[in-house]
């Protein structure tokens, strides 16, 4: 089973920018898409953002115009740059790859945490 290794999480002020990187142990493929959620305390789980094979991208609302994924295919990483953070952007995040004929892998999760 491929271990996904999230960093970059941390504190940061409302406004401030953050990047997060996950990075797969090994060569992936059959991949559907690699992406980004997160949890907030009380709440679901919830899609960040995606990227496709061919590169096509996918955000929730909440986050468009200010968040941006990006993919290494070569390192097997993804990465989420956040820009003007919110406190409602405070969660877990977590990586999450999903398979075209297997169940998804997921990371550890990191913090986010935006103060106002």
């Known amino acids: 089973q491929v271990q996904l290794v999230e960093s970059g999480g941390g504190l940061v002020r409302a406004g401030g920018s953050l990047r997060l990187s996950c990075a797969a142990s090994r060569n992936i493929f059959n991949i559907n898409s690699m992406g980004w959620y997160r949890q907030a305390p009380g709440k679901q789980r919830e899609l960040v953002a995606d990227?496709?094979?061919?590169?096509?991208?996918n955000y929730a609302d909440t986050v468009k115009g200010r968040f941006t994924i990006s993919r290494d295919y070569a390192q097997n990483t993804v990465y989420l740059q956040m820009s003007s953070l919110k406190p409602e952007d405070t969660a877990v995040y977590y990586c999450?790859?999903?398979?075209?004929?297997?169940?998804?892998?997921w990371g550890q999760g990191t913090q986010v945490t935006v103060s106002s």
């Open positions: 990227i496709g094979e061919g590169g096509r991208t």
């Open positions: 999450n790859v999903q398979f075209l004929a297997r169940p998804a892998a």
